[in-house]
């Protein structure tokens, strides 16, 4: 199973039983389709970057979840489908890989060095020696 994050904006104008009902219904839905949610964070609303629907803030939702496609599939469904919601977005987490550049960068000690190739002869100082062959 792989690691997704999705994060769903909703209209804030539903009253709050409403967004927690929303949200709740997501929840229920990646664990109805065995997938497993790993950490949820509640943004609250925040002002659009756009209009969307000629409202201009949005209530902001991320939740971390195991999963397969057919979780995506349905959630992506049931997110469409559900007229509260202004946008979603899912993408593959990838927390694993960008933990181990890090790493590899941290492995190089302190103390030393980058090393940097000497600097290449410029059209100055070729210029100069012409110049003085000419004297």
Known sequence: MS???TTIILNPQIEEG??????????DLIDRYG???????????RRLA?????????????????????VIDELE????????CLRFLTCLHHEEKVSHKKAEADDRPAD???EQ???AETAT????GEEEAKE
Do not use: C, W
């Open 125 to 128: 100082d070729a210029d100069s």
């Open 35 to 45: 997938g497993k949610v790993i950490n949820e964070d509640r943004m609250g609303i």
């Open 77 to 84: 469904r049931q997110l469409r489908l559900d007229e509260p």
């Open 50 to 70: 756009y209009e969307i629907q000629k409202i201009h803030q949005g209530y902001y939702y991320r939740v971390t979840f195991e999963g397969t496609g057919k």
């Open 3 to 5: 690691v997704y994050d």
């Open 112 to 114: 030393k060095p980058v």
């Open 117 to 119: 190739s000497a600097p």
């Open 18 to 27: 409403g967004i927690n009902g929303e949200i709740k219904k997501s929840l």
